[in-house]
């Protein structure tokens, strides 16, 4: 005879005999509370939770670098590392970019970026790309972080859905960058750039890249993202469930949803420590240049970062200033 187990004790209460009035579906409410129940219990007590990090903070991660415990890092971006230099995100209210293109008179804010509409009306995209990525941008500080990760060879792959070419200004090697919407230089003119509209496939590389990449991860950092686009979004469910991952945003997005997690659905994090789950996400809220520069602090790395961003910057200053003679 099979061993009661844990599991029949709760399903044997969920199914009391007081239940025999209830509908169908009553019961299995009923059932799903009582487990919600539980499993609230159980994160409460700490049960199950496997410790990858020592402590769920930055100085966690910090550990865990030092500690040598990673050589494979992936880091993923989105439009909130570019806005210390000047080029606004999407989604934040009021300056996000979807919250100001009333002047294009568009059917809804989204369109400009839309393969369909692009066909027949592509004079709104050029005139915000020419507006939004003047030449001469400079890179931020968490663009020469993640340099800074690549120089160290610590840096698997960075993965970004950022359009403005500033990782590659901060010269992060080709090889290293997945530039999974494409890539957009103001200087294509006319012809449509080589940018990922809504309503067209990713490039190939994306695929072939997170088929091979993601297992490899030993840490995964995410910037400046809302993660809600998607495929990209997804990714962050792709690394081995003994990844660290460290979120640094203004804001938490993509935490996981408990009745998800209850169905054995893990899509997103659980920076709630007391999780049932693997204890490995960590969530720092902020700004992305200051959450990168206080990472290079803990690891000793600040003076090596500022001198990497300012000879840089004087770089693209001098070619700035060579262009305009
Ligand atoms: P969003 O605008 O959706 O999200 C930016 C995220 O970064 C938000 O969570 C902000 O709170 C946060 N943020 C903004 N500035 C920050 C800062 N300085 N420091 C830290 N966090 C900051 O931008 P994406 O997630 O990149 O697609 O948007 C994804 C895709 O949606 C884009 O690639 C674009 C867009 O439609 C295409 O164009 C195909």
């Known amino acids: 005879m099979d061993e009661k187990t844990e599991e029949d004790e709760q399903e044997s209460h969920a199914s009391s005999s007081k239940d025999d009035d209830l509908s169908g579906i009553e019961k299995m409410s009923k059932y799903l509370m009582f487990k919600l129940t539980l499993s609230d219990t159980e994160e409460k007590m700490g049960v199950k939770a496997k410790q990858i990090l020592q402590e ?10 030092k500690e040598n415990k ?3 890092i992936i880091t993923m971006a989105g439009a909130g590392i570019s806005t210390s230099a000047g080029i606004p995100d999407f989604r934040s209210p009021s300056s ?5 293109l009333q002047k294009y008179k568009l059917p809804y804010p989204q369109a400009i970026f839309e393969i369909d509409f692009f066909k027949t009306n592509p004079e709104p995209f050029f005139v915000l790309a020419k507006e939004l990525f003047p030449e001469h941008l400079k890179p931020t500080l968490s663009h020469y972080f993640i340099k800074l990760l690549s120089d160290k060879g610590l840096l698997l792959r960075h993965y970004t859905q950022n359009i403005d070419t500033l990782e590659r200004i901060s010269g992060l090697p080709p090889e290293k960058l997945v530039e999974a919407h494409g890539t957009f230089h103001s200087g294509q003119g006319v012809v449509k750039p080589d940018i990922i509209f809504f309503g067209e496939m990713l490039p190939e590389r994306f695929y072939h890249s997170i088929d091979n990449d993601f297992p ?38 993509s935490v996981q949803d408990r009745l998800f997690r209850f169905f054995g659905l893990s899509h997103g994090f659980v920076f709630d420590p007391k999780s049932s789950e693997c204890a490995r996400d960590v969530a720092w809220i902020g700004d992305c240049d200051t959450g990168c520069k206080l990472l290079a602090e803990e690891l000793g790395w600040n003076e090596e970062l500022e001198k990497l961003m300012e000879t840089d910057h004087r770089r693209i200053d001098a070619e700035k200033s060579e262009a305009s003679k």
């Open 96 to 100: 996000g970019l979807y919250y100001n």
């Open 70 to 72: 990673c050589r494979n």
């Open 216 to 253: 490899k991860a030993d840490l995964l950092i995410i910037m400046g993202s809302s993660l809600v686009v998607q495929p990209f979004a997804s990714l962050i469910d792709k690394v081995k469930s003994t990844c660290p991952r460290l979120l640094i945003n203004k804001e938490k997005v």
């Open 56 to 65: 769920l903070t930055i100085r966690g991660i910090v550990d865990f670098i």
